[in-house]
């Protein structure tokens, strides 16, 4: 394990302990170019670190009241479901594939949070059971096919469907994320069994970031921080679609 490798598990909790989001979308880059996992088994890994991580922060969130119980029940149970069957296809799919299409949904998500649109009206928190099902099936969908914890989806999800303020948003998209994660692991915890010692040192390492990253989260501009990671999910994206892309043609 070297230094690169402890350092970007070190910033996948610091993310998601500012935001909510983020560390999860650059762990299975991580895990396959600097920690040198074949993609289809860091999957599994990934899920791991990305759940031990997002259960803690929520944790810390859910006591200080940063948490809406009816939508983590909501996108939990609907995710779980969907993150189960998304974890079915990537076997199915071959590795350059899987990470051109991580790499594509990386690009959009670097856009989504770059330009950032300002919230809306502060409205009473309302998650209706139809539409927190359906957002959340789709979000678990991709969480379990390519091992991301959906919190950049999550959270523009829980605002918009559940119209929850954006600090709550944020601890109860941890939440989700640490239920998703658990089931696709469990879907996947075959290809991951092989890899234990790295995966609880990459869990432990995004654990302290976590810790950090909730301490700081009421302390910086976490918009200029979005944007800052915003910058760092687009470049990862067009390195990994530019080591995979090649490959396809």
Do not use: D
């Not at 470049?235 to 080591?243: D, F, K, P, R, S």
């Amino acid at each position: 394990m070297n230094a690169l490798a402890i350092s970007g598990a070190l910033f996948i909790g610091l993310s998601l302990g500012l935001t909510g989001a983020g560390g999860s979308i650059i762990t299975l880059p991580v895990l396959v170019y600097v920690a040198g996992l074949p993609a289809k088994e860091a999957v599994g890994v990934s899920l791991f670190v990305v759940g031990i991580a997002a259960l803690l922060g929520a944790v810390q969130r859910a006591r200080a009241g940063e948490f809406h119980a009816r939508a983590s029940l909501l996108f939990a149970l609907s995710g779980m479901a969907g993150a189960t069957v998304g974890a079915r296809l990537t076997p199915w799919v071959p590795a350059p594939v899987l990470m051109t299409l991580f790499s594509l949904l990386m690009l959009t998500v670097a856009l989504h949070m770059w330009l950032g649109r300002p919230e809306g009206l502060s409205l009473p928190a309302e998650c209706r059971p139809m539409r927190c099902l359906l957002a959340g099936t789709g979000v678990g969908l991709l969480t379990g096919f390519i091992g991301v914890g959906g919190g950049f989806l999550l959270v523009p999800a829980l605002i918009k469907f559940a119209r929850l303020p954006q600090r709550i948003a944020t601890g109860t998209s941890l939440a989700v994320i640490a239920f998703n994660s658990a089931a696709g692991f469990f879907s996947h915890v075959g290809e991951a069994t092989a890899h234990w010692p790295l995966a609880l040192l990459f869990a432990g390492m995004a654990v302290v970031g976590v810790l950090l990253g909730s301490f700081f989260a009421s302390r910086l501009p976490v918009k200029n921080l979005q944007k800052g990671f915003a910058l760092l999910v687009f470049a990862t994206g067009v390195y990994v679609l530019w080591q995979n892309g090649l490959s396809l043609v």
